[in-house]
């Protein structure tokens, strides 16, 4: 069964940089599109980036666009969020999800989403 595992958490200052990793087991990425979530305490799970299964098309959410960036490592069968001028706005619980569907296209919903990884926390706090 396909399991991912994410890495990359910590706290950070505003301003800082994180990389955030997910690693797929027992499947490779081109086979499923990969995004990335966040959900801060008392409010709903949103969508922050999303790679296809080609790598062709990404998606990216307004409210990271040009800080946040997602790519994937075929050979590690990793995807990455590299996360530059964090804000204490984007504090939460981060987590990636894969999904089979639809021609390996981005969706934007949770519920589109079969596997997902543990979560990671990030806090930007100075």
């Known amino acids: 069964q396909l399991r991912l595992v994410e890495s990359g958490g910590g706290l950070v200052q505003p301003g800082g940089s994180l990389r955030l990793s997910c690693t797929a087991s027992d499947v490779t990425l081109d086979e499923y599109a990969i995004s990335w979530f966040r959900q801060a305490p008392g409010k709903e799970r949103e969508g922050v980036s999303c790679?296809?299964?080609?790598?062709?098309?990404?998606f990216t959410a307004d409210s990271v666009k040009g800080r946040f960036t997602i790519s994937r490592d075929i050979a590690k069968n990793t995807v990455y969020l590299q996360m530059n001028s964090l804000k204490p706005e984007d504090t939460g619980v981060y987590y990636c999800?894969?999904?089979?569907?639809?021609?390996?296209?981005?969706?934007?919903?949770?519920?589109?989403?079969?596997?997902w990884g543990q979560g990671t926390q990030v806090t930007v706090s100075s």
């Open positions: 790679i296809s299964s080609g790598g062709g098309s990404t």
């Open positions: 999800a894969a999904t089979p569907g639809l021609f390996g296209l981005c969706v934007p919903h949770p519920r589109d989403y079969d596997y």
